[in-house]
T-cell receptor
Framework: EAGVAQSPRYKIIEKRQSVAFWCNPI?????LYWYQQILGQGPKLLIQFQNNGVVDDSQLPKDRFSAERLKGVDSTLKIQPAKLEDSAVYLC???????????FGQGTRLTVV | GENVEQHPSTLSVQEGDSAVIKCTYSDSASNYFPWYKQELGKGPQLIID?????GEKKDQRIAVTLNKTAKHFSLHITETQPEDSAVYFCAASFSGSARQLTFGSGTQLTVLP
């Protein structure tokens, strides 16, 4: 089966610019996650969707980050305006309903200069 | 919230030797403990997981042990091979209404030929 697709793979932007990442989960996976992975650290959950509803966004910096999953399939994560500390790999993952394995995409490496 | 600590941060072993990575967690409600392998430029991939009703699980050269009383779990890789070189992450979650993984900080495993 096709895996989790993410684009772009790499993005370099200047601070205060905006950027958007796209994720297409595995077909049929109702749960979608966005994680932030700073170099040398483990992934940190930003937001979790169940279909098109938000389950948890407690760690999402809502003053600059936003995410949506309008039709309960693919999702976009946006940062506006970006800060230097947002430089990280942004990972999307998906899973069947709870208690099953989460499959990760390859991630988008963001560099803010 | 949950806090997961992982040790060591780097580990070098000779090919054919065993490798052990240890993690501790803080939330006694956590009941699902997966291990992920992340190769350079790729997203994390699940290699083995264990649930709290089991003390040990093995899959070929990989095994995981769980001590719920002490709140720690370990990954054991036997007969290591160069292709085992990667970053390994432990994680913990409570598989209740939503699966929210808290990751450790990762272990860079290098298998020397």
């Amino acid at each position: 089966e096709a895996g989790v697709a993410q684009s772009p793979r790499y993005k370099i932007i200047e601070k205060r610019q905006s950027v958007a990442f796209w994720c297409n989960p595995i077909s049929g996976h109702a749960t979608l996650y966005w994680y932030q992975q700073i170099l040398g650290q483990g992934p940190k959950l930003l937001i979790q969707f169940q279909n098109n509803g938000v389950v948890d966004d407690s760690q999402l910096p809502k003053d600059r980050f936003s995410a949506e999953r309008l039709k309960g399939v693919d999702s976009t994560l946006k940062i506006q305006p970006a800060k230097l500390e947002d430089s990280a790999v942004y990972l999307c993952a998906s899973s069947l309903p709870v208690n099953t394995e989460a499959f990760f995409g390859q991630g988008t490496r963001l560099t803010v200069v | 919230g949950e806090n997961v600590e992982q040790h060591p941060s780097t580990l070098s072993v000779q090919e054919g030797d065993s490798a052990v990575i240890k993690c501790t967690y803080s939330d006694s409600a956590s009941n699902y403990f997966p291990w992920y392998k992340q190769e350079l430029g790729k997203g994390p991939q699940l290699i083995i997981d264990i649930r709290s009703n089991v003390g040990e699980k093995k899959d070929q050269r990989i095994a995981v042990t769980l001590n719920k009383t002490a709140k720690h779990f370990s990954l054991h890789i036997t007969e290591t091979q160069p292709e085992d070189s990667a970053v390994y992450f432990c994680a913990a979650s409570f598989s209740g209404s939503a699966r929210q993984l808290t990751f450790g900080s990762g272990t860079q495993l290098t298998v020397l030929p």
